[in-house]
């Protein structure tokens, strides 16, 4: 048994949510303030409306999910639809057949994964609703790998771990707390509504993170790194549109 899953079963209450006392009692108390605090009226917004809302996700309630007559039949794309990136375009110009998924930072084995190993792990689907800050909403059926089967997959996480930092092709990065990489609806998505992740809905490969808000879902994902801190990444906020003045903790 990996750490991670020793840990989990250690941990986890009937039906696999996460106990309280174990998100007070490790790294997870961390899960309700931003890693990074922004002063005046805006960081303290930022840390009444996570830790207030993180209280009330203690039990590790998942997203509401739908009936497959709800999904939308077109989904939105948004933002980047095709990445200049070369390496990005040799890969979709392959098939994604030689593509693959880097894992490291604070893993026991660090390690690549093809698109194939992935969907050869454990997975879900799930009908749920993608809430864009934008102003729109569409719900779509995503079926890809849990997060946490995939970083048990590298022999787990060492107990230092705190953050996974996910980079994209499109030279996009976010991050998230172990809160939500230990969520069952958390996962790296390969296919949406059927079918293989298209293009422009960030193929091969996409971060679901079902209780934030579209801009923490990152498309094209590429690397994972899981880290202790985010304070020497980029501008040190955990995310791109942190560093560009939106909530890290983006929970709808």
């Not at 309280?20 to 931003?34: I, K, Y």
């Not at 719900?139 to 995939?150: D, R, S």
């Not at 609806?185 to 509504?193: C, D, P």
Request: net charge neutral.
């Amino acid at each position: 048994m990996s750490r991670m899953t020793a840990d989990l079963t250690r941990t986890t209450k009937p039906g696999g949510a996460i106990s309280r006392r174990r998100l007070l009692a490790t790294g997870c108390s961390d899960a309700f303030r931003p890693p990074v605090i922004r002063g005046g009226l805006i960081g303290a917004a930022d840390v009444l409306t996570m830790s207030t809302t993180r209280w009330l996700l203690t039990d590790q309630p998942l997203a509401r999910e739908y009936t497959r007559a709800d999904i939308a039949p077109d989904f939105p794309t948004w933002g980047q639809t095709n990445p200049s990136d070369e390496v990005y375009q040799q890969h979709l110009s392959e098939g994604f057949a030689n593509w693959s998924l880097s894992v490291g930072g604070l893993v026991e084995r660090p390690r690549w994964f093809s698109l194939d190993e992935l969907k050869r792990l454990a997975s879900r689907t799930q009908i749920t609703a993608h809430v864009c800050e934008q102003g729109w909403s569409a719900i779509g059926e995503w079926t890809g790998a849990p997060l946490a089967q995939v970083l048990e997959a590298a022999g787990g996480v060492t107990p230092d771990a705190r953050y996974v930092v996910f980079e994209s092709a499109d030279g996009w990065y976010e991050s998230i707390d172990m809160f939500e990489v230990v969520h069952p609806q958390t996962i790296l998505a390969y296919r949406l509504n059927g079918d293989d992740l298209p293009v422009g809905n960030g193929a091969p490969l996409r971060l679901r993170v079902e209780r934030q808000c579209g801009y923490k879902n990152i498309k094209f994902v590429s690397a994972i790194r899981v880290v202790d801190s985010v304070a020497g990444i980029r501008r040190g906020t955990g995310g791109l549109s942190s560093d560009f003045g939106f909530h890290w903790y983006g929970g709808v």
